[in-house]
């Protein structure tokens, strides 16, 4: 005859904790307000002509320009990137049909820097080339910053201090951590410079730019918040 094993005793899983072993969840906050690190400009370029081979050539020459001056910064350009460019007639009616009138051209392209003094110098130059626009600067932080682990770290302590103050207001202490989720750590949106949010297409020439004054631009702080949830053991308090 075989014997039925026994079966082994289940121990049953208390997620809001039990008389023995009460539990507290607490959440911890943290609200950091920093300086940027890097701030962002588009800049877009334009060409336009009755001939579409000039009209590209010349698109193509203040592309180059822009680029030579834009590298001209070495490292205090973080990011340099060529958007959209497009090429397109503009119709206009001839008769019975249609014929081009004119070719338009666009190139957008997009910089990220790390220094705001070289910022200011350039966005004077870059506006001050024909037919240039400039768009920004917009501010941010670095994915990478140190400033998204301070304010973790903020938010686990608050957490933990929060969690100890209420232990002691039931004279008990705290006994073990059982679970500490991260529940969302933000970054302010990207700030833009309290100016003119476009600047309009540059009359003065490219020749010019080297003599334009730079722009003093004052940096948007940044908001960094984090949140955390965190869940303790209580070593079970005399309720007598």
Do not use: C
């Amino acid at each position: 005859m075989t014997e039925t094993p026994t079966p082994a005793p289940t121990t049953t899983h208390h997620p809001y904790g039990t008389p023995d072993t009460p539990h507290v969840t607490v959440r911890g906050e943290a609200h950091l307000e920093v300086d940027p690190e890097i701030a962002h400009i588009t800049i877009t370029l334009t060409a336009r002509g009755t001939d579409r081979r000039t009209t590209l050539d010349s698109l193509t020459h203040r592309n180059t320009t822009t680029l030579d001056l834009i590298k001209s910064y070495g490292d205090t350009i973080e990011k340099l990137e060529t958007g959209t460019l497009s090429l397109s007639p503009e119709l206009t009616r001839h008769g019975r049909g249609e014929r081009i009138r004119t070719y338009h051209g666009h190139i957008q392209l997009t910089v990220t820097l790390n220094d705001f003094t070289t910022l200011g110098e350039l966005t004077a130059r870059l506006a001050d080339h024909d037919l240039a626009r400039v768009d920004g600067p917009w501010w941010s932080l670095r994915p990478t910053s140190p400033h998204h682990a301070a304010a973790r770290r903020q938010a686990v302590r608050e957490a933990l201090q929060r969690a100890r103050e209420y232990a002691e207001a039931l004279d008990t202490r705290l006994g073990a951590l059982l679970e500490l989720s991260d529940t969302g750590t933000h970054h302010g949106p990207l700030g833009r410079a309290a100016f003119a949010q476009a600047m309009p297409y540059g009359a003065a020439g490219a020749e010019a730019a080297a003599d334009a004054a730079p722009i003093d631009l004052e940096p948007v702080r940044q908001n960094v918040d984090a949140q955390v949830e965190a869940s303790f053991t209580l070593i079970p308090p005399n309720l007598g």
